[in-house]
């Protein structure tokens, strides 16, 4: 049983998440405003793009470590539609999977969560978003290390580091990546970024007497798009504080105070309607670390709706 945690009483000032929780099938129980979750236990991506793989075992350890978070808000609910898999390889298969299911949620109203799984996650999640708002203009808001806007090698295919790139072949894009590191992308990501019109700050940019512009970016993405969708990498943080990720970055961001008031800004959008959370590695995991993390800033999310 994976959603568990501390029991203190069936009255609602005592609940905790894993209380709230319904596993489901069906989605015609999807209602307005109801929280949808998705596992894409994959990381065929992560692979492919010569990772270190283990992130499709994440998904539940990350449900784990979200069980035991209080309920703040009386109309909370959690849907848990289970895993995607990719045993046979088959990667287009399984973000097309995900895209479908990702479609049926938000036609209902439900706001779309996934945990990864590999950043290919990326292409899935917004291929449902896109189709389920035909004609709406998306805004990405992309919290990583990296742009992931390789251009897919003839003899491999897409992996988790094309996302961005398989996205801008379908139409003009309008994304924000926050967290961008020099020492992990090089001059022709950076010179496909521009050419693509991506907007970035660097990781370096990331500080609290800084934040004014980095609200500024933030809003100007939030305000040219109909729905926002919110996309996190967990290879952005220092591996001190998330060690299990595909491939930890050593001079990379924390979860500091500047970093909590730029994320529940975007959080605070009411776009806002898809967020995901990907390359959470419990194979180099320290005590559940990363995943508790990662766990958390789903939290930020329901503390605030």
């Known amino acids: 049983m994976i959603w568990q945690g501390r029991f203190d009483g069936e009255d609602p000032l005592y609940h905790r998440i894993f209380q709230r929780v319904s596993l489901e099938n069906n989605y015609s129980n999807v209602s307005p405003n109801d929280f949808v979750l998705h596992g894409f236990a994959v990381d065929e991506g992560v692979k492919r793009n010569k990772g270190r793989v283990g992130a499709k075992d ?57 945990l990864g799984g590999g950043h290919e996650i990326t292409y899935a999640h917004y291929s449902g978003i896109k189709n389920a708002f035909p004609g709406k203009k998306i805004g990405i808001i992309n919290i990583d ?66 934040l004014p512009a980095v609200y500024q970016k933030i809003d100007e993405v939030t305000a ?32 500091d105070s500047a970093f909590m008031h730029y994320f529940k800004h975007i959080l605070k959008s009411e776009k806002l309607l898809a967020f995901d959370i990907a390359e959470v590695n419990p194979v180099f995991d320290l005590n559940e670390r990363t995943a508790r993390l990662a766990a958390s800033l789903v939290n930020e999310w329901f503390l605030l709706k």
């Open 224 to 255: 040219s798009c109909d729905v926002l969708y919110l996309t996190i990498c967990m290879d952005v943080f220092n591996a001190s504080i998330a060690p299990g990720v595909s491939a930890a970055a050593y001079n990379g961001i924390f979860a």
């Open 58 to 114: 994440a998904p539940d350890i990350i449900r784990k470590n979200m069980s035991n978070f209080p309920v703040v808000n009386p109309q909370f609910s959690l849907k848990d539609f289970g895993n995607i898999n990719c045993d046979d390889g088959n990667l287009d298969k399984s973000q097309n999977e995900l895209a479908e299911k990702v479609t049926e949620v938000l036609k209902r109203g439900g706001k779309s969560i996934v």
């Open 145 to 210: 290390a990296h742009f992931d806007n390789r251009e897919p090698q003839e003899s491999v295919g897409p992996s988790s580091g094309t996302g961005f790139w398989q996205i801008v072949q379908e139409g003009p894009i309008n994304s924000l990546h926050i967290g961008i590191q020099r020492n992990s992308n090089t001059l022709k990501l950076f010179d496909t970024a521009h050419q693509y019109g991506m907007k970035y700050i660097l990781a370096e940019e990331l500080f609290f007497e800084n």
